[in-house]
């Protein structure tokens, strides 16, 4: 497919990046804490640590890992905690010392957590005690070597890590009863690894940095192999993207959403990095009315988010109210963002909401919206730099202009396949090397992409498809809807009927209010047959709606 959307590239975004700039994250790591080392890196909690004390905590958590514990180069290094400052300090640290992180989920459960770990192979894990007594329940079964474990106030310095170990510990009660033998603190291993000098291990384009697993909602987790050339050339993406609109040494970005997520990871983390930003590192964004507190400390620059973080951020009454005056950009990600939270979110912020695409396979990003776009476009935008996007059909045949088609990715920040799955990677890719995202996209004349849903999602009622996204769509711009999912149901008349689940911003919406609202906006067949109130919808840890759970839940209900 020619690369008609380079033509539609912001002033100053190139054709392609330089993939040689950095010959490994460790590279990347090392420029940017000597350039910037007294600028805030990553902020938690109200407790900051520069440039150069992150330098200099990695290195002793990178000395722990080659001293103390004498882990071969390669060694798989699992990290099990939200987003905290000891995050950054052992991820850097296992790179730097030539090691492989495997992220994993806080909220996994023991069968998972133990599937995880195993496939990796892991070596040792960083937990938070919040989580160790899941570890506790499989460390048997387990080939994982050391455990170290940290606690949520463990590197806010005296005395607020105290106070904050007591309320989460004995007000809270979020840390339940525990005993892994042999484990060791966080603060052990820093000390510990201050003793010995990083030992400079040579790594490559080629070698793996991260196992990021994924496909754990629907089916077995995978992990795909992210090497460091992999999210070198998705932070270069990402970085030529924004650089025409930010500024070196400048920038506040407020990183809610996981690290240990694929978007957060490179979007926040490393590509903010580079640019010597200082992280706001939001350890719990559920907790809304606190998150909102955290915000009204910043003049940020820049915030990333899922559609259902903004959504839930604008119905909190103190957020309009914040100073939005320096913020220059809004990026949503990780699931499609609705129109009527985008323009919400313009109306209280001044500024666009910005939608790209991504996969954890593709490192991740794959298209991005202009970041001086002047409004909502329903597209995921543009296939960044050194990236080639084709649209095929069932048969592996590339689609015109305006036709649907699957997207598939090729390009640098691309994944070389899933560890130790040969038949899933051979599946993944086709015969000329294109990852197949599994999502349904349509392009127009001037490049912009837009996904119309995912295969396995698409509804199918009397032989027409209906695409969930465009119903959940038309559900959320009614005034008195906060959430909504939609999915397939069985039904005798059509093969398939629409069911939508909805979260009530107004406590007197009825089904038929919906119904009316929805046939004044959609084609008859997409209309919902069925409508079920709730008073939550089934996320993900990073804020994705779980429509599979919402299908599985209306089949063991028989189908009510």
Known sequence: MDKIWLKQYPEGVPAEVDLNQFGSLGDLFEQSVSKF??????VCMGKGISYAELDRLSAQFAGFLQGELGLEPGARVALMMPNLLQYPVAMFGALRAGYTVVNVN???????????????????????ENFANTLQQVRERLPLRHVVVTSVGEMLGFPKSLIVDFVVRRVKKGVPPWSLPGCIRFSGALSSGGRHALRRVAVGHDDIAFLQYTGGTTGVAKGAILSHGNIVANLQQAHAWIKPFLHEGEEVIITALPLYHIFSLTANCLTFLKIGATNVLITNPRDIPGFVKELAKYRFTAITGVNTLFN????NPDFARLDFSALRISLGGGMSVQQAVAEKWKQVTG???????????????VTINPLN???????????ISSTEVSLRDDDDVEQPIGQRGELCVRGPQVTRGY???????????????????????????????TIVDRKKDMILVSGFNVYPNEVED????HPGVMEVAAIGVPSEHSGEAVKVFVVRKDPALTEADLIAHCRKNLTGYKVPH?????DELPKTNVGKILRRMLRDEHQQNGGA
């Open 474 to 477: 038309v559900v959320a711009s």
């Open 106 to 128: 806080p909220l996994y459960t023991a069968r998972e957590l133990e599937h995880q770990l195993r496939d990796a192979g892991a070596d040792v894990i960083v937990i938070l």
């Open 312 to 315: 839930a951020l604008l119905n």
């Open 419 to 449: 560890w130790n799955r040969p038949e899933d990677t051979a599946r993944a890719f086709t015969p000329d090397g294109f990852f197949r995202t599994g999502d349904i996209a349509v392009m127009d004349q001037d490049g912009f992409v």
């Open 37 to 42: 080392a007294a600028r805030t890196a990553f």
């Open 351 to 365: 500024l666009p909401l910005i939608e790209a695409y991504g996969l954890t396979e593709t490192s991740p990003a």
């Open 530 to 534: 069925l409508i079920e109130f709730r």
């Open 373 to 383: 776009l002047p409004a909502f476009n329903h597209s995921i935008g543009l296939p």
